[in-house]
């Protein structure tokens, strides 16, 4: 297939609040491409309202794949279905959703086509030629990659949340409905089990307050505690308290969890660069260190320097007046 073959943008995710948000940057895309912005729904008993709500997103079309071996995301026979798409149709560009399966799905999807792929892409844009650039963090964050393909498609996978969707409006498109042949795939889901998750997911928490080893044990995270209670916000830690103490599951960085809330306060944090390349998408970042010359003031929008056993409790009372 010649390059000059492709043509339109194509999005993907199997979490359709995903789709909705890459229908943003795929719009911004295709405007500068001049050409048409589709999307993929893909599962089973898939309702022409979910296509049309994609429309009011920004979608020009939305190819509809219903079949039942497709109610459970397994990436077989979901990479054969987009495969037949793009080759059906044959869109220059392909943003697909960065999520855990996303990020399997997208290189096989590349291998079948003989393509490039660029993963967890942070920023996209169109170049003087009409390519695609594409950049990533690399070296735990502290640098960015900006990559050109050298041939079409160009699949690009895209992290969930980078991008805010559209408001949705009266535009019209096209649903077209697709039948493809499924086969059935070679390997089952035999269980699921819910993962426990007390309170909101921090990847969503408008506010966060996270500690880092500048509290001296698992129950001084009580402190933090109390504070995000008073603000309605949820506690994070950095990596060494999950991963080294075992104090919490998760955390926050670039190899944890990379959260974008209104309001982050980082206690006790130095502000390495592996945590830091995780919240750079905070709107306002509050750092307590007892240290002034700590990184994490570099990163902060306020600054606090103090002993966070005292700052902390004091921060918390005055909210307490303050919001009575
Ligand atoms: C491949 C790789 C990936 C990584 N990924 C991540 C990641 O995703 N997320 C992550 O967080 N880390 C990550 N790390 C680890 C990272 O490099 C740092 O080691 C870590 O973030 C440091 O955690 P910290 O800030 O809690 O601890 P420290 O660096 O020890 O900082 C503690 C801070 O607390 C301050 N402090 C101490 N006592 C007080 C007090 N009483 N009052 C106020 N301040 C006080 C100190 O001044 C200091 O600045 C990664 C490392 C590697 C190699």
């Given at each position: 297939m010649g390059s000059n073959e492709f043509k339109g943008v194509m999005v993907f995710s199997e979490d359709f609040e995903i789709i909705l948000e890459l229908l943003s940057i795929g719009r911004e895309l295709a405007d500068k491409l001049q050409t048409a912005l589709s999307a993929a729904l893909i599962g089973y008993?898939?309702?022409?309202e979910y296509g049309q709500e994609l429309i009011k997103h920004g979608a020009d079309k939305v190819y509809i794949v219903d079949n039942s071996l497709l109610e459970q995301f397994n990436v077989e026979p979901y990479a054969d279905v987009l495969l037949k798409l793009v080759n059906d149709y044959k869109p220059e560009i392909i943003l697909i959703g960065a999520t855990k399966r996303g990020k399997e799905l997208a290189p096989r999807l590349a291998t079948k086509l003989n393509a490039g792929c660029m993963t967890e892409c942070s920023k996209l844009d169109i170049d003087d030629e009409g390519r695609l650039v594409a950049n990533r963090l690399v070296y735990g964050g502290s640098s960015v990659a900006v990559g050109i393909f050298r041939t079409k498609p160009q699949i690009v996978t895209v992290p969930p949340h980078l991008f805010e969707k559209l408001e949705p409006s009266d535009r019209t498109g096209e649903i077209v409905k697709i039948n493809v042949e499924v086969k059935e795939p070679r390997t089952r889901v035999v269980e699921r089990k819910k993962k426990e998750v007390v309170g909101v997911r921090l990847e969503e928490a408008p506010i966060i307050i996270a500690g880092g080893r500048g509290l001296k044990s698992k129950e001084d995270f009580k402190l933090l505690e109390e504070l995000a209670k008073v603000l309605g916000g949820q506690v994070g830690c950095t990596r060494p308290i999950a991963?080294?103490?075992?104090?919490?599951?998760n955390w926050i960085g670039i190899s944890g969890v990379k959260i974008k809330p209104k309001l982050y306060i980082a206690v006790g944090?130095?502000?390495a660069i592996q945590h830091t390349a995780g919240i750079m998408d905070s709107k306002i970042i509050v750092a307590i260190n007892?240290?002034?010359?700590?990184?994490?003031f570099k990163a902060a929008d306020y600054g606090i320097v103090g002993d966070l056993y005292k700052v902390v409790p004091a921060l918390t009372e005055a909210f307490k007046k303050l919001l009575k």
């Open positions: 008993n898939v309702s022409e991963a080294d103490y075992g104090w919490f599951t944090i130095s502000g007892k240290d002034e010359e700590a990184p994490i």
